[in-house]
């Protein structure tokens, strides 16, 4: 009887494990926290892993459809703690920002704005969806994530791409997000500089997650060969919102 018996952590964790598997088919396993709380968050990525197409493409909408969308929660790094530098920047319309690109690349650099925007562009109108229940449509322009990956020869061992914000907000999306064709390094907004309130000069924009992925104020890029959640998982974010 006692070589059977389990420990609650254990079998949990098993449930979890063997959920994941099912549904995934091996494939692409998502990350595993050893909480129930956290099987939430496995069954939604790999159901929409399993179900939806890599390269399906969420709603574009045309320009009189596009709304208000408000800057909620947002706080200026210029005016945080350690915000120096990106005051700094600001001052300068931030043509001294340069955002770094490294990790498992074979050409690690850093971009200027001006030299973003010789990269193949895109514009995308595409709904927002807050975590908070409300929901927006606007214009993006920027330059897809896909394209800034070829452009530092990101190796193929690189399973996520990782995100620094000036305001310390630290994630990661992993490569079927990354090279998706609407995930975007947007630097402009319904055909302007992008705001302050909304991430200037640069921010992601992940349109098949909830808006909490699209980080602001963008600062550094790392392709990563594994998973780190930031301790985002342990402050109660999951790190995959799929929609």
């Known amino acids: 009887m006692s070589a059977f018996r389990l420990s609650r952590r254990a079998l949990i964790g098993g449930v979890v494990s063997s959920g994941g598997l099912l549904l995934s088919g091996c494939n692409e396993q998502a990350p595993t926290y050893g909480s129930i709380l956290r099987m939430g968050d496995n069954f939604t990525y790999d159901a929409q892993r399993l179900l939806l197409s890599k390269a399906g493409l969420v709603r574009e909408y045309d320009r009189s459809e596009i709304t208000s969308m408000p800057a909620t929660g947002m706080i ?45 562009g895109r514009n995308q109108i595409t709904r927002h969806t807050c975590e908070e229940g409300w929901t927006a449509i606007a214009e993006w322009n920027g330059v897809p994530l896909a394209a800034l990956l070829a452009a530092v ?20 999306i992993d490569m079927v997000d990354a090279l998706h064709p609407q995930t ?10 992008l705001p302050i309130g909304h991430g200037a000069p640069l921010r992601l924009r992940v349109e098949r997650q909830i808006g909490y992925r699209s980080m602001k104020f963008l600062k550094r890029i790392v392709a990563a060969d594994h998973f780190d959640d930031f301790g985002a998982t342990s402050r109660g974010w999951a790190w995959h919102t799929g929609i």
């Open 76 to 120: 200026d790094p210029g005016q945080a703690k350690d915000g120096d530098e990106y005051a700094r920047l600001r001052r300068g319309d931030f043509a001294g920002w340069r955002l770094e690109v490294g990790g498992n690349v074979a050409e690690p650099r850093s971009f200027s704005l001006a030299e973003l925007k010789r990269l193949r």
């Open 184 to 193: 975007l390094l947007a630097y402009g907004m319904n055909g302007h500089e």
């Open 153 to 172: 020869a990101i190796r193929p061992s690189a399973r996520f791409v990782q995100f620094h914000s000036f305001d310390g907000w630290k994630d990661q």
